[in-house]
């Protein structure tokens, strides 16, 4: 496909699919990330870009291995000057004499040799627009802008999926002009008006999926429940501690939709420590009154583990019965959990993505949990749903979002929040220090292990290269040396294998080390309860709902926590997080302070990757687009999209998700 296009061999389409673009959609939708307007300058001494007439043949000198120096003379404005430019070797022969050309460089004029960084086969004119796209090695900016604009000479088929009378209500541009506006603006207002244009369009077609599926799914069957919902208190009344208020409710919630006889596809919301996990439990012992199995499916090893223990002595003595099933579990074991799951010998399946396997089939799947729902993508939660004829569907994330946003790009959802926290809890002291002061974060890191509790300390880096940021690795020197190696200190971060991972993971989680040193990579539900204590490096490098995250991982009992925020920039923002504990207020604070909130980890995967929308900074035309979209499903789903022959082909895909 791509290859028919002059200048596009094999190797250059190697060179393009490693950009994501494998055919001419991908290509005319490559947008440019940015755009340089030139200014053309008078030549001074300094920084300058002209335009000029090449006077003399250019001669290559080889300075040393790695190193040539082009040089030869050029007039502009009747003034003749020396070029010289580094490395360039194929410029030799397209410079001819009396070629106009562009020139961008540092101008010596006692030496009256300009020192060039580019040169631009022609000149260009003031205030000219160069888009600037993300490039590989082998293919620049040019080469792909080139590519785009031959590509989109041809006679090409587009397609929009703004529906007409969306396009004329808010004067878009033809999206074929958009196009070729946004790869070759000639004003700033032409790719303005262009990227507003594909920003809608894909807003719109993403929340025409979910607006879509939520219509479906309203109008499907589910299973079937006949035991009475209120049953659920027997079990909630003998749980060793009393619910709270929004925990309760959302149980409500939950076993309200388990009875009816639609499908449920609900979300619970919740900050960390906030108790997701005793109301999914909640749901799966009214699931098992009901005669059907259940799965809770975790992110990581470690938090499948953590759930098996704590609910599998929790349902003991109900009789439930309940099994793990992981990526390291014996073939022997595996085998005989997968005949008990078939037989129906198993009420509950708490595991990895290992659960996603085709072989592991039940008896009458109804109830399936996804733990910390960002982690998985559309088509592994699919496998899971499919696994149960009608299964209901609960989601649980702990990443706050304001109202606004999750209520649209969780539109397809219906959505429990729990606000509250346990009560007992203390809340966490959060303090803000400068790097000067770090021996206050020494002494309470010591303090606190002195009263042998531990203490994570996070940092935005692995390894430092040139950058003043802390790292782990550095970090880990450093405080070896400030505790003499006394105290049993451990390192984790994103390039570690999962099982080194799972590894320090479990001995910070069983008191083996005492402080964990670690990028952002930390389990969002992990409990160790003995860790009081969060210290945060170059805290500005984060978001506040991140940072909030962060410091969820500790006080998830009664002690008493602390988090130190270190941070020299003065950041407004930072103080939010010493004033509250309240995962909603922070988001929405990040939001208006930012003007685009940290929405890191929400519906992370595949399923939410835009090419040229921000669904942060893009609020407004996210909120728009969802409004547009509901209408135009009522308007069209029953003659199933009859006039929009692309709607037509996106729900047939659409049908296979669900
Ligand atoms: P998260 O919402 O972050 O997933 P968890 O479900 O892991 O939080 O709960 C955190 C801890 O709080 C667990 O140890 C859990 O047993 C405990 N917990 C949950 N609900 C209550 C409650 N109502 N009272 C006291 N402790 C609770
Ligand atoms: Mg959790």
Avoid: W
């Avoid at 209120?230 to 208020?245: A, G, P």
């Avoid at 993971?505 to 539900?525: A, D, R």
């Amino acid at each position: 496909m791509l290859q028919k296009l002059k200048n596009v061999g094999p190797k250059t389409t190697k060179l393009l699919n490693k950009l994501g673009i494998y055919d001419i959609t991908d290509l005319v939708d490559y947008y440019p990330f940015r755009y340089d307007v030139m200014k053309l300058t008078p030549l001074i001494d300094g920084d300058v870009c002209i335009n000029a007439t090449v006077e003399s043949i250019p001669v290559l000198t080889y300075i040393r291995k790695g190193l040539t120096k082009l040089s030869f003379r050029v007039l502009t404005d009747n003034f003749l000057i020396n070029v010289t430019i580094f490395n360039r070797n194929f410029l030799k022969h397209s410079l001819k004499p009396g070629m106009e050309i562009n020139l961008n460089g540092k101008y010596d004029t006692r030496k009256n040799v300009l020192t060039c960084n580019d040169i631009k086969l022609k000149p260009i004119y003031n205030n000219e627009i160069i888009p600037i796209y993300h490039q590989t090695k082998g293919v620049n900016s040019k080469l792909i802008n080139s590519i785009v604009n031959e590509a989109l000479s041809q006679d090409l088929t587009i397609y929009d999926y703004i529906p007409e009378y969306l396009v004329s209500k808010y004067e878009f541009l033809d999206k074929k002009e958009a196009l070729y506006k946004i790869h070759n603006p000639k004003r700033v207002s032409d790719a303005k008006n262009a990227i507003v244009r594909f920003k809608y369009e894909e807003l719109f077609k993403f929340m025409f999926k979910i607006n879509y599926l939520k219509t479906k799914r309203e109008k499907k069957g589910g299973l079937k429940r006949n035991i009475n919902p209120d049953r659920v208190f027997e079990f909630i009344n003998d749980l060793e501690f009393e619910l709270t208020k929004d925990q309760t409710n959302a149980v409500k919630d939950i076993v309200d939709d388990l009875y009816k006889p639609s499908r449920m596809n609900r979300l619970i919301l919740g900050d960390v420590g906030s108790g997701k996990t005793i109301v999914a439990v909640c749901a799966a012992y009214y699931n098992y009154l009901c005669g059907y199995q259940s799965v809770i499916l975790a992110p990581t090893e470690i938090l499948a583990n953590q759930h098996f223990i704590n609910i599998s002595s929790m349902f003991k003595k109900y009789g439930i019965s309940v099994a793990l099933l992981k990526g390291k579990t014996t073939k022997k074991e595996r085998t005989k959990i997968l005949e008990d799951l078939k037989k129906g010998d198993i009420d509950l399946l708490i595991g990895t993505h290992a659960i996603l396997s085709d072989d592991v089939v039940f008896k009458n799947l109804g109830f399936v949990v996804t733990d910390e729902q960002h982690r998985f993508g559309v088509n592994q939660r699919k496998n899971l749903s499919n696994k149960g004829v009608m299964c209901d569907v609960l989601y649980m994330s702990a990443t706050p979002i304001p109202r606004t946003y999750a209520l649209t790009i969780y539109g397809d959802m219906d959505i429990s929040l729990i606000k509250t926290k346990p009560s007992g809890r203390k809340e966490i002291q959060t303090s803000l220090i400068r790097t000067k002061d770090i021996k206050v974060a020494l002494n309470t890191i010591l303090e606190e292990i002195k009263k042998n509790h531990q203490a994570y300390i996070v940092c935005p880096l692995i390894e430092n290269e040139d950058s003043d940021l802390t790292s782990v690795k550095d970090l880990k020197k450093k405080m070896d040396i400030a505790f003499n190696k006394k105290i049993p200190i451990e390192i984790l971060h994103g390039q570690m294998k999962q099982t080194e991972k799972d590894s320090v993971m479990k001995n910070f989680k069983e008191g083996k080390t005492k402080i964990l040193i670690s990028t952002t990579v930390i389990e969002v539900g992990v409990d160790v309860f003995n860790a009081t204590l969060m210290v945060i490096f170059n805290a500005e490098r984060f978001g506040l709902s991140t940072l909030h995250q962060l410091r969820g991982r500790i006080g998830r009992n009664n002690l008493e926590s602390k988090c130190i925020l270190i941070s020299d920039k003065r950041a407004e923002r930072l103080k939010v997080l010493e004033q509250s504990n309240d995962g909603f207020y922070i988001s929405e604070m990040d939001f208006k302070l930012r003007g685009e909130g940290d929405l890191f980890g929400v519906r992370q995967s595949g399923d939410m990757v835009f090419k040229i929308a921000n669904i942060s900074s893009d609020i407004k035309i996210l909120t728009q687009a969802n409004i547009d979209s509901k209408k135009f499903i009522s308007k069209n789903i029953d003659n199933d999209f009859e006039n929009y022959s692309m709607y037509k082909l996106l729900v047939n895909d659409l049908m296979h998700i669900d």
